[in-house]
């Protein structure tokens, strides 16, 4: 690092020395071969921070076995990466099949994937070239200080509206089975979810520990995924589904007015929600600093089958969900009881359990992004536990009165207050800076401005900044005088 606080410009095929001491033999993205260093050696926090003995962290994440996997083995950083990017946003994706049409909804999907891949792949070739297992802490050494600020808003932003929507979701679902609104049970209620959520975002600060969680919250999600795929199809083999594969829903069914211009602007919208819904890039260098090692074998392993099988696992919660009935829901899973009739009403308790359940595990692996800022803008060396314990209670405790907020406020014109949309439309845009800019940024700072992947880098980015500025746009149009055609759009995680 130069005196000026900025990194050195290498290439991939000749890092520094600092690269190269230690290490297995392996070879880069061009063939060279070059040495791995140490998988958990962040090389910012062994010359800043406390620094742990290479070897020691071995031995404690090789301890933390559960279901019969290690915390630092592979199968473990796939099941976090997966849970890092599938929340509850992939439940909203169905309607936006609905509204834009088929064809319409499958190419933006499969065009934002294709995009999201990239710039993953470019975040992950930066981080097995350097070994910095944080997303703030390379946007602070790479750009600086004013950089990493700018990030933190951004990701505290995202993220605090995805804690919002996994409080607000179990809140909701709590309620309807116990069938009560008693001011009481509601106090009590948020009392104890506090503390739940507090322990568990404390339990997960030792990423050691994190799969067990995955364990428990893939576990949720492929309960719900088959059962979408039993009730959709059980409901179309009845007939009380018409046929919704139809030449009139392939392109924009809903729309109104049916103009170029507002189809241009529905796209830019719809770009934005996916990628706001589906983009995992701030966990992803973190999660990948969990493995026992980190190379461009291991990471690429890694990388190709938690993406296949999150992409997959979208595509297919998407048809199904769209072809659940007539009317597709807002939000699947959401609203139960019309899909669980006859003998199936008992299991609506258990269904609704489980979506607690899943929401709940959720909450403490996004956190994860909020305590990298943190810890990197503070220092680790100054993050005790009770500090830490303190900034958690803070954060679950603003969630949570923001929760209970709106819901006080709900027969109020306050309610009326689309904040779901003013979400949406800064969060488009700070997502196109996590998702596009700063791993762009941070792959040409290693790899040059002229590598072919560094040009797409730029003009993926440019694209998508562009796309943000139209979709904000929109949206702000949208609160200022209503929409047409969806006037209940809600911002998706």
């Not at 600060?205 to 893939?218: E, F, G, N, P, Q």
């Not at 189809?263 to 969990?290: A, D, E, Q, W």
């Not at 403490?364 to 803008?377: A, E, H, K, S």
């Amino acid at each position: 690092m130069t005196d000026d606080n900025k990194i050195l410009q290498f290439n991939v095929e000749n890092p520094p020395d600092l690269y190269s001491k230690r290490g297995s033999t392996v070879s880069s993205d061009n063939g060279m071969i070059i040495e791995d260093i140490d998988s958990n050696d962040n090389i910012i926090f062994e010359s800043e921070a406390s620094s742990i003995n290479s070897a020691e962290k071995t031995k404690r994440n090789e301890g933390k076995v559960y279901c019969g996997i290690r915390a630092d083995s592979e199968i473990s950083c796939i099941l976090n990466i997966i849970v890092s990017a599938i929340g509850g946003g992939c439940f909203r994706f169905s309607y936006m099949m609905e509204d834009g049409g088929i064809f319409v909804s499958l190419a933006i999907l499969i065009f934002v994937t294709a995009c999201i891949y990239f710039t993953i792949d470019l975040l992950r070739s930066f981080v097995v070239e350097t070994k910095y297992f944080s997303f703030a802490l390379m946007t602070e050494t790479i750009l600086g200080a004013r950089w990493l600020q700018l990030y933190a808003v951004c990701s505290l932003i995202i993220y605090m509206s995805m804690e919002v929507s996994y409080i607000g979701s179990i809140y909701s679902h709590i309620l309807e089975i116990f069938n009560t609104n008693n001011a009481l049970f509601i106090f009590f209620y948020f009392l104890i979810s506090i503390v739940i959520e507090i322990i568990i975002c404390m339990y997960i600060s030792k990423l050691a520990k994190m799969h067990l969680l995955s364990i428990i919250s893939v576990s949720c999600f492929f309960i719900l995924f088959f059962s979408l795929i039993v009730i959709s199809l059980a409901a179309n083999i009845k007939g009380e589904v018409g046929n919704k594969f139809t030449v009139d829903n392939l392109f924009f069914p809903h729309i109104s007015p049916n103009t170029t211009v507002n189809r241009l602007l529905k796209i830019s919208s719809y770009i934005m929600v996916y990628v706001y819904g589906y983009s995992y890039h701030s966990t992803f260098p973190t999660l990948l600093g969990n493995l026992h090692t980190v190379n461009h074998n291991t990471t690429k392993k890694v990388h190709l089958i938690s993406f296949g099988i999150i992409f997959l696992s979208i595509v297919f919660m998407t048809i199904f969900g769209f072809i659940l009935s007539d009317e597709v829901p807002q939000e699947i899973f959401k609203d139960n009881a019309k899909y669980f009739t006859g003998g199936w009403a008992y299991l609506i308790i258990p269904y609704k359990l489980v979506l607690c359940i899943y929401y709940l595990t959720l909450i403490p692996i996004r956190f994860i992004v909020v305590r990298d800022n943190y810890i990197t803008l503070i220092g680790e060396k100054r993050i005790t536990f009770f500090r830490e314990l303190l900034i958690i209670s803070v954060f679950i405790f603003i969630s949570n009165i923001f929760v209970f907020g709106v819901g006080f406020f709900k027969d109020t014109p306050l309610y009326d207050l689309n904040i779901s949309s003013m979400i949406q439309a800064f969060g488009g845009i700070f997502g196109v800076i996590i998702s596009f800019c700063l791993p762009v940024v941070n792959y040409v700072s290693i790899n040059g401005k002229k590598k072919m992947k560094s040009l797409m880098g730029y003009v993926i980015t440019g694209f998508f900044c562009i796309v943000g500025v139209f979709s904000a746009t929109y949206t702000f149009y949208q609160l200022i005088f209503g929409n047409e055609s969806n006037k209940n759009d809600k911002n998706i995680d």
